[in-house]
């Protein structure tokens, strides 16, 4: 029951470190497909600041904000 319980904490770690990862780096495309799902799927609130984050980010670069962020 550990073993499961901390696999599945590992996996939840991993998941939201990517998340983080396409927010703040440019190692990960916040266009990418799996960025792209995972903030879909992700409540409401934590959309709007991963996209505002991720527009305040490129603004800063003269980039545009990725499409599926609302303008």
Known sequence: MKTLFGLILLVAIVISG????GIY???ISPNGEYWVMLNSN???PAKKWA???IQNRVQDRGGQAPGHCAQ
């Open 18 to 21: 990517f998340w983080l990862a």
């Open 25 to 27: 780096t440019p190692y």
């Open 51 to 53: 996209c505002q984050e």
């Open 42 to 44: 992700l409540p409401m």
